[in-house]
């Protein structure tokens, strides 16, 4: 009796031919890779076609990433036990492929959810200091977990316990600098719409620390981020590329969103991709 779970691999996608050959070289011995693309008008199809991976069909025009994300998710929930989620331009590390193998041996059952260590990297080179290395639900089981319609940050629900490991992935994009900035003033319309949300609503669900920032005075709150980033959490050991992402995320991008919440200039513009981003 064969008592294996199943797994598919499940990788959301838009314009991504920069980084799509590397992504899918990871799985190659992998037999149940799945790509959900939206829109992608560069070669990504074209590469795609040249694996042995299947595309996910689908008429819709997703209003967000989250919907984007359990339409595929529902797609493999009625083949798969286990649906593991990555991005185009992530890294797997061979904790990641232990992981998976222990999937497979129905090792997770008595679990819903499994989250894993994302780790950033900037201008080539990983980050290990200054407190970006983030846990992220990734692994889902079948029917149990779903997103959340969410602007920023996708949240999920899930019917059961989470397991949280050390298995790392590696937010690796191969972009220049002009794409990081295109990308994060998008975000930045997406983050000044929430931040709205919590100053207007007064949230209940909002944390501590997200609290104290929402209520902190606009443009001296990136400074005092920055600050906590880069020498309370030893940012400054990462070198040069620390202090460029520092610089990058902590002031430039936060001081977009606060701009933004100044000026009003929170809308979409009629541009989809500003919601979906991926």
């Known amino acids: 009796m064969n008592n294996l779970s199943k797994v598919a691999i499940l990788i959301p996608t838009c314009n991504e031919e920069i980084h799509i050959h590397r992504c899918l070289n990871q799985f190659k011995s992998f037999s149940s890779i799945y790509i959900i693309d939206t829109d992608s008008t560069d070669k990504t199809i074209d590469i795609i076609k040249s ?132 990308k994060h003033s998008a975000y930045s319309i997406n983050q000044a719409r929430k931040s709205k949300k919590y100053i207007n609503l007064k949230d209940p669900n909002i944390g501590l620390v997200q609290n104290l920032y929402e209520k902190s005075p606009l443009f001296l709150r990136c400074v005092i981020i920055f600050l906590f980033k880069y020498i309370i959490c030893l940012g400054f050991l990462d070198g040069k590329s620390g202090l460029a992402y520092s610089v990058s995320h902590n002031l430039i991008y936060r001081l977009m969103v606060d701009v933004r919440l100044l000026s009003g200039d929170t809308e979409y513009q009629n541009n989809i991709k500003h919601k979906i981003l991926e």
């Open 51 to 182: 694996f042995n991976v299947k595309l996910i069909k689908h008429e819709i025009k997703f209003r967000s990433f989250a919907q984007k994300l359990n339409f595929g998710l529902d797609f493999l929930y009625k083949s798969y036990d286990w649906v593991f989620i990555i991005h185009a331009d992530e890294l797997i590390t061979y904790s990641i492929k232990n992981l998976i193998k222990k999937l497979k041996e129905n090792k997770y059952k008595n679990y819903s959810a499994i989250s894993v260590k994302r780790k950033l990297s900037f201008l080539g080179k990983v980050l290990n200091y200054g407190g970006y290395t983030t846990n992220q639900l990734r692994i889902f089981k079948s029917k149990k977990v779903f997103y959340k319609d969410s602007e920023i940050d996708e949240k999920v629900e899930i019917n059961g316990k989470s397991l949280e490991t050390s298995c790392e992935i590696i937010d690796y994009p191969l972009n220049n600098y002009s794409v990081w900035l295109d």
